[in-house]
Each structure stands twice: as C-alpha cells, then as structure tokens.
C-alpha cells in the first residue's frame, strides 16, 4: 500500500478534541503516512509540538503567527515565538497575508510576515505560506528575499494559471492543493496540468476546513486527502501509487525530513 502525506492539517483544532486519537487511527488506515501541523499563534505553537511528541514519526509541527492572529499582541507573539527552539520544528507557519475580510491590521500582517520571512532565511527553515486577497502584496514581499529564500508551499492554492505561474517563479516553491480541486465548480482540475510541473504540487486537506467531495459540508480530516490525491491523479493522467510518490518526493525536497 502507498503512503500519501498531509502537508497542512489543523489537528489541535477544537474540532477534534473529542475524537482526535480516532481521527489520527482514520489517517493512517486510509493510508497516509505523515501529517504536518501548521500553527497559527503562540498557543497553537506549543499545541503542535506537544502533538508531534504523542506522535513521533507521524505528526510534525510547525512554527508560525497567522496573518488573521496579528492583532494588537502580534509583537509579543512573535518575541515568544523566536525564543523557542527552532530544531524541533519543520516548517515557519502557517504565515503570510489575509485581506479577504478585513484590512484593519494590514500593516501590521506585512511587518509580521516579513520577520518571519527573515526567520526562514536564518534557520533555513520552508515556509508554509497563506495568501488571501493579496498575492501583490506577498509576491512584492517574498520578491527581496528571493535569492536567500529556501523554499516552501503555496499553501491552499485556488488561483488561475497566471497566479501559479507567478507563484512558481520561487525556486524551491510548490503548490499545496487541497479540497476545492474535488468542487464541481473548481477549474483547477484543467488549470493545474496546463502550467504546474507534477513535482511542484504537494497534497493536504486543512482539516478540519474544506473537506473534498464527497465529503464536501462535513468536517474535513486528515483520511480525505485520498480524495485530493485521486483528483489530481485523474487530471494529470497518471496512477494515484505514481502521483502519491512524485509528491512525497516533493515534501521530502522542500522539507528536508
């Protein structure tokens, strides 16, 4: 049986808190043999790293200040953040920028995405990137670090093939595709193979967010990335055992594990 790795799932969410061992014993029997824990704040930090310890091997945390947690503390979140120790995670994240519902803090998330661009480029740490109504600002950004940047995921990529484009002029940068590729609606199915290599893609679901069809209204979790990986398998025209190895290589080139 082939193992398929979720690179971005919430697994501290309260979502889970009354099934979440269960839902680690779902991933692993649907065949997914990693999962990766983004943070989104300074509790969510400690949170994942605790997780990862439960589950060696299996659960790896990340490090991050969500663009949506920058608030009037955003400051003293990330003075906490630097104090930990970087080693023991993989990633800096779940960073970047969110203007979809508000831009209220809109300085505020530049300055904090920046420092911890920078936290990326010290610790050679990837970057697991969110990027809402505002892939001017991050690419502008991302840009004067360009040629010191190791590398990272696009995280939730939904755009056009314009945008991949753009996204994929990072070296060292892949898309993370997630739940919305299985959506009727979705173009990326016909957008992805037009202008996205097979090997700049790695698969997650956001659980417990955006479940893939058929799973769609329900809380997502981290067994459905299966679903991801059966879509785009289609789309791209090759067995899933092949798609699932080509994008395991992938994560295992961008995050060194």
Known sequence: MFKVIDTHTHFDAEEFDEDRAEAFARASEAGVGKV????????????????????????????????????????????????????????????????????????????????????????????????????????????????????????????????????????????????????KSSHLREDLPAVVPMNRIVLETDSPYMAPVPYRGKRNESAFVVEVLKTLAKAYNVSEEEFAKQTNETVERVFHL
């Open 36 to 183: 990766f824990l983004p943070a989104i704040d300074l509790k969510t930090t400690h949170a994942v790293l605790a997780l990862s310890r439960e589950y060696p091997g299996y659960a790896y945390p990340m490090i991050g200040l969500h663009p949506e947690e920058v608030k009037e503390d955003w400051k003293e979140q990330l003075a906490e953040l630097r104090e930990m120790q970087f080693s023991d995670f993989i990633a800096i994240g779940e960073i970047g920028l969110d203007y979809y519902w508000s831009r209220e803090f809109e300085h505020e998330q530049l300055e904090a995405f920046e420092e911890q661009v920078k936290w990326s480029v010290d610790t050679r740490l990837p970057l697991m990137i969110h990027c809402r109504k505002a892939q001017n600002e991050m690419v502008h950004l991302l840009r004067q670090y360009q040629k010191d940047l190791p590398g990272g995921v696009f995280h939730c990529f939904t755009g056009n093939q314009k945008e991949a484009e753009e996204l994929l002029s990072f070296d060292n940068f892949v898309l993370g595709i997630g739940g919305v590729s299985t959506f």
